[in-house]
């Protein structure tokens, strides 16, 4: 079974801070996803990754960055957290070798900036 | 710009009738179409998918349906079950590549409620 890890379930931080929010999956997946999903909007898409060291915006990645230094490892990086990053952040993985393989999530990382 | 729309936010039905969710996407370059099931404090998890290049799948209790002309997909579920109440998302595939890079754009959800 795939196993995508997100580091932390909460998390509580200031405006202004700098946060980081780990994704680690263990199935050799080549693509990396961050989601963020809010009521009423569904999961929107972030930040991507087809290989290490590559990245591709999504639909809403402002005030985002990722870090992909390792295949199995994906970070989400707020430069400067706001209230308005308070969310669900969903990490997910898929293998592209295999053209119909579906998406993979972790449990989601509850942010909430005060 | 909303590519794919879910236009009912909840839906209850009773327990043993048919459930059945909409979907409606706007890009027809999307060739792949998945539903997933999400449970409170847990990530999605992958239900069903149908190819553009098809008009049904069924798996089981689940049934998608797809008709390209009208831009739509639907998610049957029968009999409906108590454990089938949950949050539903439709995602549509855009592939970037010939190399498996692709891209998921999700619907906004319907959460479904059997009613025992």
């Known amino acids: 079974d795939v196993k995508v890890t997100q580091s932390s379930r909460y998390l509580v931080k200031r405006t202004g801070e700098k946060v980081f929010l780990e994704c680690v999956q263990d199935?050799?997946?080549?693509?990396m996803f961050w989601y963020r999903q809010d009521p009423g909007l569904g999961l929107r898409l972030i930040y991507f990754?087809?290989?290490?060291?590559?990245?591709e915006k999504g639909d809403i990645p402002e005030g985002y960055s990722v870090s992909r230094e390792k295949k199995e490892r994906f970070s989400l990086i707020l430069e400067s957290a706001s209230t308005n990053q308070t969310s669900m952040y969903l990490c997910?993985?898929?293998?592209?070798?295999?053209?119909?393989?579906?998406?993979?999530f972790g449990n989601g990382t509850r942010l909430t900036v005060t | 710009d909303q590519q794919v729309k879910q236009n009912s936010p909840s839906l209850s039905v009773q327990e043993g009738r048919i459930s059945i969710l909409n979907c409606d996407y706007t890009?027809?370059?999307?060739?792949?179409f998945l539903w997933y099931k999400k449970y409170p404090a847990e990530g999605p998890t992958f239900l069903i998918s149908?190819?553009?290049?098809?008009d049904k799948n069924e798996d089981g209790r689940f049934t998608v349906f797809l008709n390209k002309s009208a831009k739509h997909l639907s998610l049957h579920i029968v009999p409906s079950q108590p454990g089938d109440s949950a949050v539903y998302f439709c995602?549509?595939?855009?592939?970037?590549?010939?190399?498996?890079?692709?891209?998921?754009?999700f619907g906004t959800g319907t959460r479904l409620t059997i009613i025992p």
């Open positions: 890009n027809s370059m999307f060739d792949y």
């Open positions: 997910a993985s898929s293998r592209s070798r295999d053209l119909n393989s579906p998406l993979h």
């Open positions: 199935m050799d997946h080549e693509n």
């Open positions: 990754s087809y290989d290490v060291k590559m990245k």
């Open positions: 995602a549509a595939r855009l592939r970037l590549s010939n190399f498996g890079n692709e891209k998921l754009t």
């Open positions: 149908i190819s553009s290049i098809k």
